[in-house]
């Protein structure tokens, strides 16, 4: 069966197919692969799609489009604010939202497209949310106050952040047909969303429900990317027409087959325990054991719960993808 027939029909609940897509959804760990350099993984490979094919996984590409430029004043350190308020923001509006965004990316997409259009990629691409962006500019601990503190300043983000947006939607879908894609938010941690649904309702809703039909008429899945314990968003998330989520962190407390039995048609991707990999074939095993029920389920991809930790062997590495042949087979 061909990659994107085989990503289409899982992400259908079509039970007519080999066996799930195997992938590492996310980009590699630095620390990890300097670990299997020093194991023996060759150097010579490509990072990346080399990666994938070292390693026997399906080809798979993202494309990420950020609404910043390269000019775009960089925070000084992570969680660090960007700006402070209305002033600062209507002062760096210049380094976003740009016309050089959009044509930079559009090159990009279009030559990696052409050149590989036998090659047997599917294509996912992310954009930034709505809780994500306002963010990356308030810095983590000043956006929780900003809901407060600065809500119509909130509000003007989100609606440039969806005007601009719409503007990628329409120059994706002018080359490529993605498979699905990520609302980039991130807005749970392991007790469960950083925000009320009160909050959720006022400030993030509109703009999803401004987003959503607008990929789904393109045939694209929708899928949130939000980590830590998403459980008791998954209603927010069908509230807005979203399809699904990932990454499904176990250590979180996220039971992929609890999310099966409470939401029958929702998707997944991720899921698996990154914290047991590197305790050898009998933890990989029973991991696989415990995420079958969801596997045969349909609209599942199993996938490591975020990205593979640097204490994760390359021998255990390579028993992972063997198990998650044997187990990711559904003929």
Request: glycine share 6%.
């Amino acid at each position: 069966m061909e990659n994107l027939e085989r990503f289409q029909k899982i992400l259908n609940f079509d039970k007519d197919v080999d066996r799930v897509p195997m992938v590492e959804w996310a980009g590699w760990w630095d620390k990890t692969l300097n670990e299997w350099w020093q194991q023996g993984l060759p150097k010579d490979i490509e990072l990346g799609n080399g990666l994938n094919d070292y390693f026997g996984q399906d080809r798979l590409m993202q494309f990420w489009v950020a609404p910043r430029d390269a000019t775009c004043p960089q925070a000084p350190y992570h969680g660090a604010p960007i700006i402070n308020d209305e002033a600062e923001y209507e002062t760096i509006k210049k380094h976003l939202f740009t016309d050089e965004i959009l044509n930079e990316n559009y090159a990009r997409i279009k030559a990696f497209s052409e050149a590989n259009k036998n090659n047997g990629f599917v294509y996912w691409f992310s954009l930034e949310g709505f809780f994500w962006f306002p963010r990356t500019l308030f810095g983590i601990e000043n956006h929780l106050y900003a809901f407060y503190d600065y809500p119509e300043l909130m509000h003007q983000m989100n609606q440039d952040l969806c005007v601009f947006n719409k503007k990628v939607l329409e120059m994706i879908y002018s080359l490529i047909s993605p498979t699905f894609m990520t609302m980039a938010e991130d807005m749970s941690y392991n007790h469960g969303p950083m925000l009320s649904r009160e909050l959720y309702d006022e400030f993030i809703l509109p703009y999803y429900k401004e987003i959503v039909p607008l990929v789904k008429a393109q045939g694209t899945k929708v899928f949130i990317d939000t980590d830590g314990n998403v459980e008791p968003l998954i209603p927010w998330f069908l509230d807005a027409g979203i399809q699904g989520v990932l990454p499904l962190e176990r250590m979180a407390g996220v039971d992929v087959n609890r999310i099966r039995e409470n939401y029958p048609d929702f998707l997944m991707i991720g899921g698996f325990d990154k914290t047991i990999m590197h305790k050898g074939e009998a933890a990989l095993r029973a991991e696989f054991e415990r995420l079958l029920p969801a596997i045969r389920s349909g609209g599942y991809i199993p996938a490591v719960d975020h990205q593979t930790p640097p204490d994760v062997s390359l021998e255990n590495y390579h028993t992972y993808m063997r198990l998650f042949q044997e187990y990711g087979a559904l003929k």
